[in-house]
């Protein structure tokens, strides 16, 4: 029997100052190794509930949550959003907030350093998602010369190359064209093979 890596238990939330809630009674497990799609149309709390998963809320972001939310057998409104953090990586919808270095290497290096792995990993890491995204003849360009897509190739793959056990995705193809949209999702598919993403 494979664990749950998520478990949602009747979720309610909303923002401070709202009267409506955002989230109502939300219940759903993940099983670890799964991939879930979350559909709905704009405006019905879906990155408020990715927000959720990661711990941003209510850690980050305030307002009044009600319910159960286990990440890893973590209860994400008790245990520190950096504990949280450290298996359960988000992705956001706009790439523009997620890529903060001056050229495309070094937002790579950037997560793996802070992570404190020995240099030759991070240097197999590295090369791996430049070449799985296309990146890589483009590796000392600047972050401010690439598309939008680019960008948000850019993000997932500082993220993908972090490994985390839990991968959340806000629309990370709402930039892509279609090859750059299949490119990701081949991607996310190689790298959650290997090891055993959610």
């Not at 850690?59 to 009600?66: N, P, R």
């Not at 790579?108 to 791996?128: A, H, K, Q, T």
């Not at 490994?163 to 490119?183: A, C, F, N, Q, Y």
Request: hydrophobic share 40%.
């Amino acid at each position: 029997a494979m664990s749950s890596a998520i478990t949602v238990d009747d979720l309610w939330f909303k923002y401070i100052g709202s009267e409506d809630w955002v989230l109502k009674g939300v219940s759903f497990t993940v099983r670890e190794g799964e991939t879930v799609v979350i559909m709905g149309p704009s405006g019905c709390g879906k990155s408020t509930l990715m927000y959720v998963l990661v711990g941003m809320i209510p850690h980050i972001i305030k307002g009044t949550i009600k319910g159960r939310v286990e990440v890893l057998g973590k209860d994400t409104t008790k245990a520190r959003p950096e504990e949280i953090m450290r298996d359960v990586a988000l992705v956001f919808q706009n790439p523009e907030i997620q890529v903060i270095m001056p050229s495309i290497i070094e937002e790579l290096v950037f997560g793996l350093e802070n992570l404190g792995l020995p240099p030759d990993e991070i240097d197999r890491r590295v090369s791996e998602v430049l070449e799985f995204t296309g990146l890589k003849k483009k590796m000392h360009s600047s972050t401010h010369e690439l598309s939008l897509g680019e960008k948000q190739v850019l993000a997932i793959a500082s993220v993908l190359a972090l490994r985390p056990k839990i991968l959340v995705l806000d629309e990370p193809t709402s930039m892509l064209d279609h090859p750059g949209t299949r490119g990701i999702l081949n991607l996310i598919e190689k790298i959650k093979r290997e090891i055993k993403m959610t």
